[in-house]
């Protein structure tokens, strides 16, 4: 069964900083993996997703890789602003029993960017 | 941009009782999702369905069922509300059902559920 880590779980930087979230999954046949993030009382609303073909995808400020092999991606933030200040949720959508749309999430990281 | 609507925002019911929860979608997204979010758990898929009065179980069907009588509209249903099942409920949808449908999932802004 595919499962899904996130570390660290909770991470609180100054404003400026440039900063990496970690996660990684156990089983490396996957269709996709997404980044979302979410506000508290919110939905999730999605950042990034990497196809499994892809080695990184970019989005203003955000960077997210995936080394499938090992089983790890990262999402990296850039200049880090008191507005990204959210939970940062992973999700992997394992090709086992799935046509490619079901989703496995990580815990997420609890982010804070002090001013 | 693709809209997903649940319905209540906060919602507090007792034990024994039939809940409803309904979710909507603008965007004619052929699959639709009811996920349960919980401290230290994740988010954890219950229901989803990829087609009108279709259905497939997630990870945790128990306790729920769903329904799905027009595209637009996702329906979770509490038989019988039990206190384990105070969380919080997220709804999302996408377009197409397949590998090549590298799309992301759009969320609805959650339900916060609590059985007294």
């Known amino acids: 069964k595919q499962e899904v880590t996130q570390i660290p779980a909770a991470l609180s930087v100054p404003e400026g900083e440039n900063l990496v979230l970690n996660c990684s999954f156990t089983?490396?046949?996957?269709?996709?993996l997404q980044w979302f993030r979410q506000d508290p009382g919110k939905g999730l609303t999605s950042l990034l997703l990497i196809q499994s073909s892809q080695r990184e995808q970019t989005s203003g400020r955000l960077n997210a890789s995936l080394d499938k092999s090992s089983g790890r991606s990262t999402l990296y933030i850039a200049a880090s602003q008191p507005g990204d200040s959210a939970t940062y949720l992973c999700?992997?959508?394992?090709?086992?029993?799935?046509?490619?749309?079901?989703?496995?999430f990580g815990g997420g990281t609890r982010l804070m960017v002090k001013p | 941009d693709v809209k997903v609507t649940q319905s209540s925002r906060y919602l507090v019911k007792r034990t024994g009782e039939k809940v409803f929860l309904e979710c909507v979608q603008d965007m004619d997204h052929e699959n639709m999702f009811w996920y349960r979010q919980d401290p230290g758990l994740g988010l954890r898929l219950i229901y989803f369905s990829y087609d009108v009065k279709m259905k497939e179980k997630g990870d945790i069907p128990e306790g729920y069922s769903v329904s799905r009588e027009k595209k637009e509209r996702f329906s979770l249903i509490l038989e019988s509300a039990s206190t384990n099942q105070t969380s919080m409920y997220l709804c999302a949808s996408i377009e197409q059902w397949g590998i090549d449908s590298n799309q992301p999932q759009h969320f609805g802004d959650g339900t916060r559920l609590s059985i007294l």
């Open positions: 999700a992997v959508s394992p090709k086992r029993n799935n046509a490619g749309n079901m989703l496995t």
């Open positions: 089983d490396s046949a996957i269709y996709n």
